[in-house]
């Protein structure tokens, strides 16, 4: 069997090895993006008038909107296939096994449609009968975090990852679930050109491809009149666009350059494991700590409605929205990822200053591992009062982001609105 192997004949061939594994190990930070999406949608679209006054939009099965409308919806899926494929540099096309036919058998009907959109066929998705447009968004915003891109490459174990044509999973752990959805929460556009060379399965992220393929059915809703699935396939939307305000879902490796990375891609080659582990677990604590951090001191700020909090004005703030210009296709890419990137660094260095040494530090501990009820806000107790506003306001500063953000994207969809 060695005999069939090509050697690694050291120079690049063996870096790139070293390198190759090294970002193969980070899986466990790409656990989760911002806890709580719900929440800070909530918050990001209440002063938006537009969807407030949306008071009751009557709800409508999957079935039934992709039984009135399959005949429609089959030439979109297949003109946004066209478009992907020409507009996305790293596009797994879909299989022609996957493309939308339509049928007069409701639950096959169901069954295509997820395959030909290629998320978790396994899901139900249930609808009320009634809801605001608000909720109606809030809710959806986080469905992407509950199974819909789970299981979806050939190597995780599911019948469906096998048929989508997504191939093996890039990067983390195929085995555990919600590593399989990484890929399509996390996009690392702006890596040192080495890193590339290097790791080239970093370009295969997918979230674009989402944003774009359930903004097109969002509209496509909304103008053949089904207020319900316009919300909802734009709710989806949102949430791979929030992601990627989250520093550590645009970045590999914060606060570490290239450099140093690939001197502790060396290091682990000639047997010296232990400095490139150590790196993972902190970057995995750090990633960690920040979300647990931000689900705490929000909905902390929620529950007690106390709107003195600078997380939620942040959230509300709408005076940046018109700095980012319009919505576009390279939005999500060109603005949010960037910005989200540019933070990546100073993000990774105020977690340092401030949480306890022993979980941004000490790569022995494993966070939420550990300790694994951990509460974040008890052990800021006792810290100055202005380093514990040093950090409010950054993350502050990150929620303004996601809020601009969301209300740029809900406004791109916003003339299809309708008043229900
Ligand atoms: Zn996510």
Redesign the pocket.
Known sequence: MADNTPPLRGGLGELKYAILFLWGCLSPSFA???SE?GMLTAEAISGVSEIQKVTSVPGESLAGFLQAEQDTLMKLLAAEEGWLRRHQSHYPKRPDALIFVPTDDADLLVKRFLRAIRVNPELQFQTPAAASAKDILIAASDE??QGL?IGLFENNGTAFGKEYGFGKQPFGNPLLSYGS?AP??MGFYNEAWLSYQLAGYLRRTYPEFRIHLFRTLSEFSFQKGHAYWGYRFAGWAI??I??FTQPY?STVVPGIGSARLLWLGVLDLFGNNEPKADQVQLVTNRHLVLEKYEAEIVKEAVTAKNSKSILLQALREMSYDEDYGRYYDGYARAKVAFESNWFANDTDAILEKTFPAKWVSDPSYHFSITEPDIQVLPALKDLPADQKAEMEEFLANLMRHFGSHTRNFLKSVQSYFQNS
């Open positions: 989760h993006a911002w999406h992407p975090d891109d959805q399509f929460h949430h791979y929030q992601d879902h």
